[in-house]
């Protein structure tokens, strides 16, 4: 009885030792997590070609011009917005009869843009006032461009061209003879539309400036300096529909190579 149990324990102590030598012996790396299993391996950065440059545009080439321009009394021109030339008599001098010729440069097309204005002290349109001269002024303008590369003259002041009015006094011609004339009271009413937003731009919609009008040289009786141009015979005196109460004009015209 006693040496069977020792053989049994001796027995289950063998067994157990051998179950303890295999789980030891069990050294076989884990298998990978999914985690890392789902890891990408690592690609080697691929240098972008850089894009292309947007394609620039060739910037128009520019022409040089000749501008002729005689005015009763005031004008300033325009290539789009850029100022070309202002009328060197001052609007705020009575008997202001002189031309202008200057040069410049610019790109067909050529958007021209002018500014014309006849002399009066106030809003009544008048000059003199109070004196035995006291009357309505009367206005005119007339210009011609010439391409200075072709010799060409490419515009003339004519009927083609888009005027409107902005400003209109007296709105009754017996304000004329008032010995008291007051701008705003009857007879002596005005319209003072002032210049519109953006009208020298070359989209600008001028499709309703329908005061263009061509005056005879009679009627305007041009003075002072417009004999000193040689005039293209189809330039024409324009203004707004009344020389004498179309006190300030806006005109333009688009100019395409010829």
Same mark, same amino acid.
């Not at 004196?131 to 200075?148: E, H, K, P, V």
């Given at each position: @009885?006693?040496?069977? +149990?020792?053989v049994?324990? *001796?027995?289950? @102590?063998?067994?157990? &030792?051998?179950?303890?030598?295999?789980?030891?012996? *069990?050294?076989?790396?884990?298998p990978?997590?999914?985690?890392a299993?789902s890891?990408?391996? $690592?690609?080697?950065?691929?240098?972008?070609?850089?894009?292309?440059? $947007?394609?620039?545009r060739?910037?128009?080439? @520019?022409?040089?011009?000749?501008?002729?321009?005689?005015? /009763?009394?005031?004008?300033a021109?325009y =290539? +789009?917005?850029?100022?070309?030339?202002?009328?060197?008599v001052?609007?705020?001098?009575?008997?202001?009869?002189?031309?202008?010729?200057?040069?410049?440069?610019?790109?067909?097309?050529l958007?021209?843009? #002018?500014?014309?204005?006849?002399?009066?002290?106030n809003?009544?349109?008048?000059?003199?006032?109070?004196? !035995?001269? %006291?009357?309505? +002024?009367?206005?005119?303008?007339?210009? %011609?461009?010439?391409?200075?590369?072709s +010799?060409?003259?490419?515009?003339?002041?004519?009927?083609?061209?888009? &005027?409107?009015?902005?400003h209109?006094?007296?709105? /009754?011609?017996? &304000?004329?003879?008032?010995?008291n004339?007051?701008?705003?009271? =009857?007879? &002596?009413g005005?319209?003072?539309?002032?210049?519109?937003?953006?009208?020298?731009?070359? /989209?600008?919609?001028?499709?309703?400036?329908?005061?263009?009008?061509?005056?005879?040289?009679?009627?305007?009786?041009?003075?002072?300096?417009?004999?000193? #141009?040689?005039?293209?015979?189809?330039?024409?005196?324009?203004?707004g529909?009344?020389?004498?109460?179309d !006190?300030?004009?806006?005109c333009?015209?688009?100019?395409?190579e010829?």
């Open positions: @009885m006693f040496r069977f +149990g020792i049994l324990l *001796s027995t289950l @102590m063998l067994v157990s &030792c051998g179950r303890a030598e295999e789980s030891a012996g *069990s050294t076989d790396a884990a990978p997590s999914e985690a299993a890891e990408s391996p $690592p690609t080697e950065a691929v240098a972008s070609e850089p894009s292309a440059a $947007p394609a620039q060739e910037p128009d080439p @520019m022409t040089s011009f000749q501008l002729d321009a005689w005015s /009763d009394n005031w004008f021109a =290539a +789009g917005e850029e100022l070309i030339v202002e009328d060197s001052p609007i705020t001098t009575e008997r202001s009869f002189n031309a202008e010729t200057v040069t410049f440069e610019a790109g067909y097309p958007q021209l843009n #002018v500014l014309l204005k006849d002399f009066k002290e809003d009544t349109g008048l000059e003199y006032i109070g004196s !035995n001269r %006291q009357q309505m +002024g009367d206005g005119g303008f007339i210009l %011609q461009l010439t391409d200075l590369g +010799g060409d003259v490419v515009a003339v002041s004519d009927a083609g061209w888009a &005027c409107t009015v902005i209109e006094a007296p709105l /009754d011609k017996a &304000c004329e003879t008032e010995s004339p007051v701008a705003g009271t =009857a007879p &002596c005005f319209v003072d539309l002032g210049e519109p937003e953006g009208w020298k731009a070359a /989209d600008y919609d001028d499709s309703a400036w329908t005061a263009t009008t061509v005056h005879p040289a009679a009627a305007v009786d041009p003075k002072g300096g417009y004999d000193d #141009v040689s005039w293209d015979a189809s330039a024409a005196f324009i203004w529909p009344d020389l004498e109460t !006190n300030t004009v806006l333009r015209v688009t100019i395409a010829g």
